[in-house]
């Protein structure tokens, strides 16, 4: 993300319990999110009922 948008304000990557976690701000300076799961799960129900 910082090579190709260098101007772009981001936050390190934080893994907690096997989930990737960072912050993007977009230029409002409001951060956004971003979430990678683990396993192949979709969302975070997913991560508490597999199968769901």
Known sequence: ???????VHTEPV???GGVRMFFIH??????IEILE??????TTVELWRPGS
């Open 1 to 7: 993300m910082r090579r190709q948008h260098p101007e």
């Open 14 to 16: 934080v893994d907690i």
């Open 26 to 31: 977009d230029p409002d300076d409001t951060p």
């Open 37 to 42: 799961l683990p396993g192949g799960a979709r």
